[in-house]
């Protein structure tokens, strides 16, 4: 009896055996943590970072074009670059803002002998400000009377300092004319004021000739610009990103102010 109750508990034990699963590491079944979860569908601060340097990019390149819109329809004078742009605008009869964009791109070609590296800001200068003033000039019409026209011409120059506290406060590198002005002061050693007021003046001048438009706007300009354009820059400047974080397309900027 006890040989029949061992023979028949043995085949009891080993179909009990073969009946339950064998507990082995499965190293493909997915984990679960019980810890918090990363949401992929927010933006990392990285991405935030960079999206509003992009904003303020494009959005100070856009109110640029705007704000010089602003000064032509004042009819008061514009600022040196512009009144060259006027001048060749005249004479070409081609709009203000596609010489604009001319002139920015033949002034990139100089950048070349003097080893200078456009940015992102620096091509999307020559491509943005000159569409958004013809864009302007199409839909606001000229201003007519003494107060319409220094309104025009005191917000003209209010946004234009803002504008170049927006572009320049996004480090995507300078204007291509800013450029030039900094790419000659290395390459000669003359000091940034005398190569910055010797390219306006000469701009001034030969589109004066040309049939641009000077007037007291210009020297309101030129003394209101550099104050309006620092306290711009301390109001939209961006914090530093946080550490390990790449930056795309930067360019460096320096303290030259942004012209069109």
Do not use: K
Not at 23 to 47: A, F, K, Q, V
Not at 126 to 144: K, N, R, Y
Not at 194 to 199: K, Q, S
């Amino acid at each position: 009896m006890c040989q029949a109750t061992m023979t028949t508990r043995g085949p009891n034990l080993s179909a009990r055996q073969q009946s339950t699963p064998e507990l082995l590491p499965e190293p493909d079944r997915p984990t679960h943590r019980t810890g918090p979860t990363l949401r992929t569908d927010r933006p990392t601060p990285r991405t935030d970072h960079l999206t509003r340097r992009l904003l303020q990019l494009y959005g100070g390149l856009a109110l640029y074009g705007f704000s010089s819109a602003l000064l032509v329809r004042s009819g008061l004078g514009l600022e040196p670059w512009n009144v060259l742009h006027q001048g060749l605008a005249e004479l070409t009869g081609l709009s203000m803002g596609v010489v604009l964009t001319l002139v920015g791109a033949a002034v990139l070609l100089l950048w070349i002998p003097l080893r200078q590296r456009p940015g992102l800001g620096t091509v999307s200068n020559v491509l943005v400000i000159g569409a958004a003033m013809d864009a302007t000039l199409t839909v606001l019409p000229d201003a007519h009377g003494p107060a319409p026209r220094v309104t025009l011409l005191v917000a003209g120059i209010v946004l234009n300092g803002a504008a170049t506290g927006l572009y320049l406060a996004a480090r995507f590198g300078p204007g291509p004319r800013d450029g030039l002005m900094t790419g000659l002061n290395r390459r000669t050693g003359l000091s940034v004021r005398l190569v910055r007021t010797t390219l306006e003046v000469a701009v001034v001048a030969t589109g004066f000739v040309l049939g641009g438009t000077v007037g007291v706007g210009t020297v309101l300009y030129a003394l209101a610009i550099g104050p309006l354009a620092q306290m711009f820059l301390r109001m939209f400047a961006v914090p530093p990103a946080s550490a390990g974080s790449t930056v795309v397309a930067a360019g460096r900027s320096g303290p030259a102010i942004l012209r069109p």
